[in-house]
Each structure stands twice: as C-alpha cells, then as structure tokens.
C-alpha cells in the first residue's frame, strides 16, 4: 500500500477513556466532536460505546446525526453548539440533545419541539457559548420547569492546574448551579486532573481519550507512517529542497517520504523532526512541501518501505511543541489523505 498509513489503536483509546473513568467522581462521557479529533467518529464512538460510554459530546447537530446512525438507540448525544436555526429536524430525528447556550436557543427548542431532551449550558466565564449569570438568573424557573437532562459549563484554563480562573469558575458554576436537582458537569481531560471537585455528576474527556496533554499517563494511540518514495545519495554542497534551505555538509542519503503539510504535518515541523526507522532517528531535512519530506537517512543500513513520523517515540505532544501549537491541532491537521486503520 503505498498511501501513508494512520493506525489507531483503539485498544489504547479504550484504555485511556478507562483511566479518566477511574479518575472521574462520577460518569465519564466522551467527546467526539471533529470526526473523534480526526481518528474517525464510527470506529472510535463503536468502541467507545462496546467499553460503557453512555454520554457522547459532539460540537454541532449534523455530527450529532452521524453519530445516532453509529450507536443507534442508547447513549445520550449531546450538541454543544445547543439548538440552532435549521437544526430541528436533525435534533427530533437523530434524538440528539442540544445544550441550550441562550434565551433565543430555548425559546427555540421550547417552540419547536416541545417535550424533547435537552440541557443547558452556562458561561462562568470563557466568553465562549452559554447562558451567562444575569441571563440565568431570568430563565432558570422556567428551564427548570421543563426538565433539563443535563446543566454544563466549560473551563478556559484547566490545561493548567494552578490557574486562578479554574478556582473562579467552579465558585460561578457553584453560584449559578447549587441546590438545583439536574446532572451537572464541568470537567473535561483538564478538569478530570485536577480533582473531584472538579467532577460532579459527569465528565467529558476529549484529548485524554486520543493519547494527548494534559493527561501524561495517556497510552499513544495513533502512529503515522509515511511510505518511502525514492532515495538518492547527494555530494557534499548539494542542497535538497525549496528554497534550498539545506546543504549537505557530507556526502549523504536523502530518502523522500509520501506526505507533507497538505496532509497536517506542518511546515513549521522541519527543524527537528524526526522519522524514525524502527527506534534509529532520521533527521528531517528542507522545507516539507505540500505532499513530500525528506530525511537524512544516512546512517541507516537498511532502508524500510515507511518511515515513522508519530508514535511511542515521537508523539503528538513533540509534534505540538516543534510546530509551536497545541495536542488538539496536530490531531484535527491530520485531515484526510490517509489510509486509517483501527486496531483493536
Ligand atoms: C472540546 C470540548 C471538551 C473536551 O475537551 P478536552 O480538553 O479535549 O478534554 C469538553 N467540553 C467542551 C465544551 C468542549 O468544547
């Protein structure tokens, strides 16, 4: 197969949501939003459904449809964008759960589809989506009475632990939630670290689930490799790559591999990536173009058909910090050029 080649290890996924799961006060959901970070939403929700998920977290309805035709009748699918304009029809029919973010929201839902699931979703302060405090305060009777599933809010800063702002939320969410007699949740992988005070009744890992930071202890559970096209030997002062940004200092090998920034590796990567040849690092060398890198494969005594660009040596965290980005964004990069493959 000469098409670059994403394995997801599900098993690791599995195991991971397993550890949040040990972790977590309560239930653990799991957030599948953006096709599951990229690795594919019917095997990764599948799984996640087999090992006991009874919540899935997507971002919009329309992901929310392809997700019920997935797990069909059981968990609970709840819409974080809540109920927008158009989305009736896909909320009634796939049985999706939108988390109502504003009056305009729940006069909608209400309207439209009286008697039907949904939760609501506060701001204590990310100024992202949600009912905000004074908004709350005017609505709340009135959600109350129509049996929310669910009341949520989400943390800005839990990607680090000693942020004032992960103190100053819970104490909002607290104000706007305590007392009332609906399922609360507030943690993601970030708010499932840093303690149980942080969990109450539910929590929604996303990243953890994928092998990414902030959760260290997670198993890796993609591994990209990339086929070798050609390779070449080049003189000493021969230089490789647009914009001839390197020049070989000795006579050295080039290998040429099948993929590039097109496919989410990021130009950014060049200066110090790695393709590894079974454990051997092969430097990355010139510009990585649209569809094409190339490493320095000198000192190999064997050259393999792939060469690994992620995995238990190289993972997404070193992708991340090399690119001067985040976990999330390598992963929802990796688009879709390549052959995905699930093991379990
Ligand atoms: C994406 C998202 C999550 C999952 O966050 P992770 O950091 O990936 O665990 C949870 N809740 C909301 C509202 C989100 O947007």
Known sequence: MSKPRLTIDLGALVANWRALDALSARETGAVVKADAYCLGLAPVASALARAGVRQFFVALAHEGAALRDVIRAGP????????????TRLIRDHD??????????????????????????????????????????????????????????????????DHAMNSRQLRIFREMTDGIDVPRSLAATGGVLMG?????????????????????????????????????DVAAGETVGYGNTWTAPRPSRIATVAAGYGDGLHGALASGLMLYAGDTPCPVVGRVSMDLITADVTGLAEMPDHLRVLGARQGIGTLADLAGTIDYEILTALGHRYERIHTT
């Not at 109450?200 to 198993?219: N, S």
């Open 76 to 87: 609970d699918i709840l819409v974080f964008g809540g109920h927008m304009a158009g989305d």
């Open 96 to 161: 999706l759960t939108p988390m109502l973010n504003s009056a305009e929201q729940m006069v909608r839902h209400m309207e439209s589809l009286p008697g039907h699931s949904f939760g609501i979703q506060l701001d204590t302060g990310m100024n992202r989506l949600g009912m905000e405090p004074g908004e709350w305060a005017a609505l709340r009777d009135i959600a109350l009475a129509q049996k929310p599933v669910l009341i949520m809010s989400h943390l800005a800063c839990s990607n680090e632990p």
């Open 196 to 232: 149980r005070e942080f969990h109450f009744d539910l929590t929604r890992p996303g990243i953890g689930l994928y092998g990414g930071r902030p959760f260290d202890q997670a198993q890796p559970v993609i591994t990209l490799d990339l086929p070798v096209i050609q390779t070449r």
